[in-house]
């Protein structure tokens, strides 16, 4: 292997003197200090004779001269069984594994456990012709169908010489051997590596997402749904609630697999995730939704190269699971954070910059990781999908920046998180006009949702927008005009947008039942609210309007809290029907 | 200075007014240096080139100043005897007291690993009700005030420090005046809490570069006390601004390329290692915690700024004071403030209806905002418009007032109180079963 001697540091890029051939994104190690800890650092730029390494850790005490040693592969993860329900840091160190309330500088592990037996069935027979990312065999990963794969770096076809009987085997154990096609037999064991910069496209074909993915809020599901294999973003201005919308769609959404990868983020926010998630009840099991989960930590003050590694190491694990014809969710928090690592080493590498000092191919790059994401028919005819939610944190709220502009373009899903929505306490602070998800407009969506709820549905969420839109017009010209400047019915309009505004868009996510809205319930609920919406109504003033719905509001609101159809909900529902009978026009 | 065994050099190739470089070899990176007795750091090597950051400036170093590298990155002695002392950026004394004995550590050490931290889970009362009611802090919280120059933030600081139930209390003043300085320096004494405090201080009289030291100074000692001691300490920071402004003078010394407002790339990821020191460590580790409250000053009110945005985004939370004209008063805005880690401790460590009770004012706070635009651009305003007016002044004047000093039952409380002397139960919009048991009839 290569070898190299340091030149030269400024932070964590160094430049490295080599006296072989080094490749692009290739990993190296560098000695540094008395105990010769060995750093990790990738290629990131070569120019004549000078290698630029990014080390993934504090370069202290580096000097000119330590050694260098590369190891002629690109950063990978390693993928078996044994990946759920265990937090990494971006380089895929078992951070549970690590010694120390402190992280040591150059402490790696094996992110898998070599010891644990697995029970395996074999799905392959001897003689099966098969490719990478060919099921061979099964394991049971906490109750989630493990498949045993060809390795995808595997290229063309090969045919099953031997397959072990189901047992107990352990991940490095040979499960099969495969033949190629000039006679080589090759073993395949339960584990494999695969880098992560490279999408993993062993599956037969992506077709456009169609089908709805649950999430149990209704300003998502109802006003803008987000499909599985379908990608979306959200941006807010700090303090808008991005946190909490996220954490309650992985807790809630229909997914068998779900990755975090808190890229960037508060490491407080991740401990509330580590702290949660092995307490939550998996709303779709009845186990603990940890079991299913795995997350990627590389909080806002762990080296930033790794950073960078994090989400790609998060989307690989996610490929390797939509391969197994799985469903995968997968929320970075944030993108704007890894965006900013690009630019940190954009910067040191005294790269010309682009707007705001990011890279110039910024918008390229964030465009091929969203790629990744979708809903694919694997080659054996499943399917399997890879949800991507990503947050971008844009700088004072402005978004006419680089990093959501290059998103906007690819993320089929926006929800707009709002600054004076969430000002006014009206959570979550999606705003339901400047949102949308292109999905609805999707004839595939559309048949798809008729057979899951109805065909008029699509038609009541289209309604239900253009009455919100016209209830924002009719607030400014109540704002311009006053209270008294406009007709009685301009209230009522207006009020209409509002029982809406609370009863469908606003949740409590903090409520034990109103945190979780099934389909059932929205459809429900949109159903109440329209017909609210459709009648009409007798007021004298305007006060008398805004004083009725008010009270609607408040009835609505009380069902929300209530369990669904229970007691109290029909109790309210009464109320309700009673307080509509005293001023509805009959039609 | 120099010891027999070390090498001096003496041919320095390049000054700025914040570096210096010359040809070194051996030199560790981060490595601290004396270049004709003033302290400096390595902050890039290329090949023998070694380029230093001199943290009093390069006013008067010539070309052929006695440079020696001292073999270890920037350090402090920790003991308990740090406790009640004032030092400068470098770790020295400044009250004219001995040197600190203890162990020597280095600053601007490695992180916590995140699956050894423990969920925030206490409350830090104030007894400021804006703070304590609508932002509860927390331990293990990092928080700043966002304000202008000309707020009382530092005064509010203090009294936040006295009141915090806390074994240590670390101040790291950058840039502050000599004036706010003593002021500190006062209010600890006078409250008779000297021992129970270390600060370490860059006055704006001296050189603006050193305050890069200061949040890590004050973090390792925090750290001591923290993880050693197993103490609940409070870090205050202030002023981060001027920490931020020195970061990008080194930066435009060393010809990197600037990003948003002349501010260094690396900005987020600078601020990010000093606030993410705040941490509650569990049991198993002692149970210390760090909890940092800092001061960004604005230019302007803009929050837009680079600093401030940066900042928004690693904080938890943020904390505005402003002037209420209604009531001649400075209150904590409690529309733009937050504390993000308050439903840890809201209605769990409080009172069950603290959550809905904060909601609940803030939003009949905000629609009484609403009445005043309308009143302001000369409309009418109706019975509730009135009604939510009354309650905001009074609500201002008993929450949200900064010399407000009660505990948060009380302040609950009074919110039902208000609630009840001015709007009906469907007007407030909080769950029934809370309703049914505390509005005051």
Avoid at chain 1, 150 to 164: D, H, L, Q
Avoid at chain 1, 205 to 218: A, I, Q, Y
Avoid at chain 2, 162 to 174: E, F, N, S, W
Avoid at chain 2, 400 to 413: G, K, P, Q, R, S
Wanted: with cysteine; net charge negative; charged share 25%.
């Amino acid at each position: 292997m290569t070898q190299g001697k340091v030149k030269g540091i400024i932070a964590n890029l160094v430049t490295v003197a080599v006296d072989g051939p080094v490749s692009q994104n290739e990993i190296a190690y560098i000695s540094v200090g008395a105990n010769a800890t060995k750093l990790m650092a990738e290629v990131i730029k070569v120019t004549g004779e000078n290698v630029y390494v990014q080390v993934f850790e504090s370069t202290r005490g580096l000097k000119v001269g330590d050694n260098v040693e590369f190891t002629g592969h690109m950063l990978e993860v390693t993928l078996g069984p044994g990946l759920l329900s265990r937090n990494y840091d971006g380089l895929q160190n078992d951070l549970d594994k690590l010694t120390g309330v402190f992280l040591k500088r150059g402490e790696y592990n094996f992110p898998l456990d070599k010891e644990k037996l697995w029970k395996f069935e074999p799905i392959a027979k001897v003689g099966d012709q098969v490719e990478a990312a060919a099921w061979l065999g099964e394991v049971d990963e906490n109750h989630q169908p493990h498949k045993i794969m060809v390795p995808f770096v595997m290229e063309g076809t090969y045919t099953v010489k031997s397959i072990v009987a189901a047992g107990e085997y352990k991940i490095e154990d040979t499960i099969a051997v495969l033949t190629d096609q000039e006679g080589n037999d090759h073993n395949v064991t339960m584990v494999q590596k695969w880098p992560v910069k490279k999408a993993i496209l062993a599956y037969k074909s992506k077709p456009r997402p169609f089908k709805l993915l649950e999430t149990g809020v209704r300003t998502i599901d109802t006003a803008n749904p987000i499909c599985e294999g379908g990608t979306g973003f959200i941006p807010g201005p700090f303090g808008t609630g991005k946190t909490v919308l996220q954490h309650a769609i992985s807790k809630q959404a229909e997914a068998d697999i779900v990755i975090i990868a808190a890229c960037g983020e508060r490491a407080n926010e991740v401990v509330e995730t580590f702290t949660e998630f092995p307490e939550l009840d998996d709303p779709h099991t009845g186990r603990k939704l940890m079991e299913r989960t795995i997350i990627i930590a590389n909080t806002s003050n762990m080296p930033v190269a790794s950073r960078e590694a994090s989400v790609y190491t998060s989307m690989t694990i996610a490929e390797y699971y939509r391969s197994m014809g799985l469903r995968v969710l997968l929320m970075a928090d944030s993108t704007s954070r890894w965006a900013q690592a690009l630019r940190e080493m954009s910067n040191r590498m005294e790269e010309l910059p682009g707007q705001d000092a990011f890279p110039m191919d910024l918008s390229a790059i964030i465009g091929a990781f969203y790629a990744r994401a979708g809903y694919v028919y694997l080659n054996n005819g499943k399917t399997g999908s890879v949800t991507f939610l990503g947050t971008v944190s844009p700088a004072g709220g402005n978004l006419k920046e680089p990093v959501t502009e290059g998103t906007k373009k690819v993320a089929r899903c926006f929800y707009a998180l709002e600054q004076a929505r969430a000002d006014h306490k009206r959570y979550p602070a999606v705003n339901p006009i400047d949102s949308y998800s292109k999905y609805i407009e999707y004839p595939e969506f559309a048949e798809y949702i008729s057979g899951l709820i109805d065909d008029k549905w699509i038609g009541k969420v289209v309604e239900m927008k253009t009455y919100l839109q016209r209830g924002k017009e009719i607030q400014e010209q109540i704002n311009i005009l006053g209270d008294d400047g406009v007709p009685v019915d301009y209230h009522e309009e207006f009020w209409k947008s509002e029982v809406i505004d609370f009863v469908i868009l606003q949740q409590d996510a903090f409520d034990k039942i109103d945190a979780v809205c099934p389909l059932e319930r929205q459809r429900y609920m949109l159903d109440l609210v329209m017909g609210i919406c459709h009648s009409d109504y007798n007021f004298d003033n305007f006060l008398d309007v805004i004083d009725y719905f008010k009270r609607i509001i408040n009835l609505c609101k009380q069902m929300n809290y209530s369990e669904f159809h229970s007691e109290d909900f029909e109790n309210y529902q009464k109320k309700l029907n009673e307080l509509l009978a005293e001023k509805q026009i009959k039609a | 200075m120099a010891k027999a065994f070390q090498k001096i050099f003496t041919e320095i190739t390049a000054i700025t007014k914040a570096t210096c470089s010359l040809k070194a070899e051996g030199v560790g990176n981060d490595e601290l240096a004396t270049v004709n007795g003033k302290l400096a750091q390595v902050v890039k090597i290329m090949g023998d080139e070694v380029t230093l950051q001199v943290f009093q400036g390069t006013e008067g170093i010539p070309t052929n100043a006695e440079v020696v590298f001292l073999g270890k990155a920037p350090s402090l002695k920790v003991s308990d005897q740090l406790a009640g002392r004032f030092f400068n950026a470098y770790g020295d004394p400044i009250d004219g007291g001995p040197a600190v004995e203890g162990e020597e550590v280095e600053i601007g050490g490695p992180s916590v690993n995140p699956v050894r931290r423990k969920q925030p889970s206490e409350l830090i009362a104030t007894g400021i009700a804006g703070i304590d009611l609508n932002n509860t802090l927390v331990s293990g919280q990092k928080i700043p005030f966002f304000a202008d120059p000309d707020q009382p933030y530092n005064q509010v600081m203090a009294n936040v420090a006295l009141r915090a139930q806390v074994d240590k209390i670390i101040l790291g003043g950058m840039g502050l005046t000599n004036d706010d300085y003593l002021y500190f320096k006062n209010v600890f004494a006078n409250a008779g809490v000297l021992d129970r405090i270390v600060s370490f201080v860059n006055t704006t009289e001296n050189p603006a570069v050193e305050r890069l030291l200061i949040p890590d100074m004050a973090l390792a000692a925090a750290e001591y006390f923290a993880v050693q001691k197993h103490q609940k300490v409070l870090v205050l920071l202030t002023d981060m601004t001027l920490y931020a402004d020195a970061l990008a003078i080194v930066s435009n010394r060393m010809d990197q390329i600037p990003s948003k407002d002349s501010m260094p790339g690396s900005l987020y990821s600078d601020l990010a290692k000093i606030y993410e020191k705040a941490v509650q460590f569990p049991e198993e580790a002692g149970g210390g915690s760090i909890t940092i409250i800092a001061v960004t000053t604005l230019s302007g009110g803009d929050i837009t700024h680079a600093i401030p945005d940066n900042t928004g985004y690693i904080t938890e939370g943020q904390l505005y004071l402003r002037r209420d004209s209604d009531i001649g008063k400075v209150i904590v805005d409690p529309f733009r403030s937050l504390s993000r880690l308050k439903q840890l401790v809201a209605g769990k460590k409080t009172r069950e209806d603290h959550p809905q009770v904060m909601n609940a004012a803030v939003r009949l706070y905000a629609d009484a905002a609403n009445a005043k635009t309308k009143m302001e651009n000369g409309f009418d305003l109706t019975d509730y418009d009135n009604r939510c007016l009354d309650f905001a002044k009074e609500y201002s004047n008993r929450i949200l007032a900064i010399d407000v000093n009660i505990n948060t039952t009380e302040m609950l409380d009074i919110a039902w109180e208000l609630f009840a002397t001015y709007f009906k139960p469907e007007e407030v919009n909080i769950k029934q079963a809370l309703v049914d048991k505390y509005w005051k009839k």
